[in-house]
């Protein structure tokens, strides 16, 4: 294979008789660019080659990105619609497989209320697909039952910046501004694992001098290279927070001109600090009072400075709060809305952040409007043609939607693009609750854990198999495109949909051709709304690069850095966090003496259900472990290799032991990428925050037995 680089990129990728198509990756928000190299004759995929010329990842691939295109073929793949009778799965016809499901859906319906069916979607899918899911429930469904996976990812990052800036988008700046930073302050994320291509950036403002600030339990891989290493109790990061504002104002660090002119609360802000000392911080957070002086010094001292966070900050009972008093970091300092500073959340998924702005959530609607806002829901009504009194109330989270099925509220499920039966917590509940249901529907293109409790399991298309948008960690928009047909008989998601629909009388409101119709539709249904993407179209991301919302008009040239002038609040200024320490859900006892934390490795994606499929990447990790260190496991005569028991207040398991003296003596961590006995989330706890209803997954109390 030949190839070689030009300033327009790189060019003659493929061997004669191949094609390649330019696409991204499906897996986390850094959405990096691929070419997928595709036969010519046979349609057949080929491999895989890197972008080089994508400004985000500049050919940079991680180990899932390298290996993706290998399930969009893969054995396993579902091929045809299949019927459970008698406990076992039978293919069914396509017609077969509607006829039932409206059925049932309607039977349910019939006898119990538009509501006692639910919607469960997730955002590994396009901005279209997820903005038709939330079509598909309101209007071909009629049910206020509807949220999704998402709300087990970025809702805390979401809360936390909707609280702050009136606005949640998940960067504030471009990631390739990220080279020309002085200070990262890099908070609950695992990114040279979770999201390995970004850290180029770092490496290349480090190279310039850059200090680099790293706050997690576990010494992670970029902990190894770090300035200093905050290494804080799980469940305490509002205080390490606290802390670190309590030293910026002590230490003269605040931009008291920025703050004045743009911000709200400090008073209350400064007040709510006072108390919150070195000493009293390192009390809290175990993290010794040298390291949080020297911390605020170098972030204090830096020119320009970002603040990152992720699942390790937001998957708590406090996330959101956690969330807004790191953003309050860089507030201080008046680095929100300048050039290579700022703050961001690490997206998990690949369109974390699109898929949470177009009507997914419970109480939301295209655009980020608020169901619960008159005027949004008279608007997007106009857009979908139905009354406003025919558009149904907000619903409830997706945790509490399993509370729902055990009540009999929900009678009936349709979840698509996601395994809730791994990713929930405390999945004893959860898998309960399907097993209550009269009639569950799954899309997938592989049978998920979650897919094995359905009564009717529906051939969806891989990534690959469709074109679309995504909206990937900085707020850019940006294409996916289709690589080959449809494997066997699988459909598009959003033709799933639109089938079910027709089935239920409503067809004429899902009148689409293809995903560029959806996607017009949908860019009037966001207009005008907070996050509006209007002005973006598939000629300009093709032409631009990717386009970065808020973008009103197709004259407007987006929005990459936000903030310059003002906040998305009625007053244009920001509001700063309050500090009000409280304990997470479970605290260490005598009986749980231990901290549970829960998280992934590099070699995996979420609940596992594609990346357990790769040879290569089963082989780099084939099973979780219980990640703890040499001291905690003498405590218990444990040794690498033994096996322990796990036991929290919800379950138990026994994973093997793998000693690490880079963990707190007081953390066992277990990553989370396995289903059914080897799910780590039987034992994490379901406490949810009260704003973004996050479940708490990354703090729990359990202890230690000797298997």
């Known amino acids: 294979m030949s190839q070689f680089i030009t300033k327009e990129g790189v060019k003659n990728l493929h061997k004669p008789g191949e094609k ?9 928000g850094m959405q990096c660019g691929m070419h997928i190299r595709v036969e010519e004759k046979t349609g057949r995929i080929a491999g895989v080659e890197p972008r080089y010329d994508w400004p985000v990842t500049k050919g ?6 390298v290996t993706a295109y290998q399930t969009i073929e893969h054995p396993d793949r579902i091929l045809k619609p299949l019927i459970k009778r008698n406990g076992q799965f039978h293919e069914a016809s396509w017609d077969e497989a509607l006829s039932y499901i409206a059925e049932n859906f309607q039977r349910i319906q019939r006898d119990y209320g538009k509501d006692a069916v639910g919607v469960f979607g997730g955002v590994s899918m396009t901005n279209e697909k997820c903005y038709l899911v939330g079509k598909y429930a309101r209007v071909g469904l009629g049910t206020r039952y509807i949220d999704y996976n998402g709300r087990f990812c970025m809702s805390s990052a979401a809360g936390g910046m909707l609280k702050t800036f009136g606005i949640d988008r998940g960067m504030t700046l471009p990631v390739p501004d990220l080279e020309h930073t002085d200070c990262f302050f890099l908070a609950g994320s695992n990114s040279a694992e979770c999201h390995p291509t970004s850290t180029q950036w770092f490496w290349k403002a480090k190279d310039k001098g850059a200090k680099l600030i790293v706050a997690d339990p576990r010494e992670v891989p970029i902990a190894r290279v770090a300035d200093v290493h905050l290494d804080l109790k799980p469940g305490t990061d509002s205080a390490l927070a606290a802390g670190m504002i309590h030293l910026l104002i002590r230490e003269g660090y605040v931009d ?7 911000c709200n609360n400090f008073e209350e802000l400064k007040a709510s600090v006072e108390y919150c000392t070195p000493e009293y911080t390192s009390m809290i957070t175990g993290i010794a009072v040298e390291k ?3 911390a605020a010094h170098i972030f204090g001292q830096s020119p320009r400075s970002v603040v990152m966070f992720a699942r390790g900050v937001e998957q708590q009972s406090k996330g959101v709060e956690n969330v807004q008093m790191y953003i309050t970091m860089s507030l201080l300092r008046g680095m929100v809305g300048k050039f290579a500073s700022g703050c961001g959340t690490f997206t998990g998924q690949g369109n974390g952040q699109g898929g949470r702005e177009h009507g997914q959530k419970a109480d939301l609607l295209p655009g980020y409007r608020k169901l619960t806002d008159p005027e949004a829901v008279k608007y997007v009504s106009s857009v979908w043609g139905i009354q406003p009194e025919e558009m ?3 619903g409830v989270s997706a945790y509490e939607m399993f509370d729902l099925m055990h009540n009999g509220t929900i009678r009936a499920m349709h979840v698509m693009c996601s395994n809730p039966a791994v990713s929930a917590p405390n999945t004893n509940h959860v898998w309960k609750a399907f097993e209550k249901l009269d009639f569950m529907v799954v899309s997938d293109f592989f049978m998920s854990e979650t897919a094995e409790f359905a009564d009717v399991v529906l051939p969806a298309t891989s990534w690959a198999e469709d074109d679309g948008t995504t909206t990937n960690l900085e707020g850019r928009v940006i294409r996916i495109r289709k690589v080959r047909d449809s494997l066997g008989e699988s459909k598009s998601d959003w033709e799933i949909m639109q089938l079910i629909a027709e089935r239920m009388g409503k067809g004429k409101f899902f009148p689409y051709k293809d995903a560029h119709e ?3 539709e949908f860019r009037v249904a966001s207009k005008g709304g907070p996050a509006d993407y209007y002005g973006v179209t598939w000629e300009r991301i093709d032409k631009e690069d990717g386009v970065f919302w ?5 004259d407007h040239p987006g929005s990459p850095t936000m903030f310059k002038e003002r906040f998305n609040n009625p007053d244009g200024k920001a509001n700063l966090g309050i500090f009000n320490w409280r304990e997470p859900g479970e605290v260490p006892t005598a009986e749980y003496p231990h901290i549970l934390t829960t998280g992934r490795v590099v070699f995996h994606y979420l609940s596992g259900n594609q990346t357990r499929r790769v040879d290569f990447l089963m082989e780099q990790c084939p099973l979780p472990y219980a990640e703890m260190h040499p001291e905690l496991a003498a405590q218990y005569n444990l040794h690498n290799g033994d096996k322990v028991k796990l036991v929290t207040r919800r379950g138990h398991m026994e994973l093997d032991v793998r000693l690490t003296k880079t963990i707190r003596n007081d953390t066992v961590f277990v990553p989370y990428h396995w289903g059914k006995e080897l799910a780590v989330n039987q034992l994490t706890n379901p406490c949810l925050d009260p704003i973004s209803r996050m479940p708490e997954f990354k703090v729990c109390a359990v202890k230690l037995e000797k298997a």
């Open 518 to 520: 959806i996607f017009e």
């Open 256 to 262: 008291y001109k920025y703050v004045e002119e743009r």
């Open 60 to 65: 940079k691939m991680c180990p899932k990105g």
């Open 292 to 294: 949080l002086i020297k």
């Open 392 to 394: 149904p109330k907000p």
């Open 20 to 28: 390649l198509v330019t696409t991204h990756c499906c897996y986390c």
């Open 550 to 554: 808020p973008c009103p008009s197709e």
